[in-house]
């Protein structure tokens, strides 16, 4: 059974960047696809970004415009999402999550295994 923990959250004023890590063990990941998601308070939890096992393929969320990018190094069983130009309306806990089968890659129900989160707050 593979473990996700991420970690690089914190507290950014808006227009600054955040840089997450999405560290896995227990199971290789480099076979299979990842995907970022966040959950602001009172809401509910929302696709970010997905990669495919290469990193060849990447999908974002429409409402990014870009300010995100999603990559991963295979070699050390690593996802990251590097946050540009934050918001205060990106303020949420993200989660990463591995896919071992086929499905939506921005569907919450194709995720197998999930991360605890990080907390990313961004002030006004």
């Known amino acids: 059974q593979v473990q996700l923990v991420e970690s690089g959250g914190g507290l950014v004023q808006a227009g600054g960047s955040l840089r997450l890590s999405c560290a896995a063990s227990?199971?290789?990941?480099?076979?299979?696809?990842m995907g970022w998601f966040r959950q602001a308070p009172g809401k509910e939890r929302e696709f970010v970004a997905a990669?495919?096992?290469?990193?060849?393929?990447?999908y974002y969320a429409d409402f990014l415009k870009g300010r995100f990018t999603i990559s991963r190094d295979n070699a050390k069983n690593t996802v990251y999402l590097q946050m540009d130009n934050l918001k205060p309306e990106d303020t949420a806990v993200y989660y990463c999550?591995?896919?071992?089968?086929?499905?939506?890659?921005?569907?919450?129900?194709?995720?197998?295994?999930w991360g605890q989160g990080t907390q990313v707050t961004v002030s006004s």
């Open positions: 999550a591995v896919k071992y089968y086929s499905g939506s890659d921005s569907s919450i129900a194709a995720y197998n295994y």
């Open positions: 990669i495919s096992w290469s990193g060849g393929s990447t």
């Open positions: 227990g199971r290789t990941i480099s076979k299979y696809a």
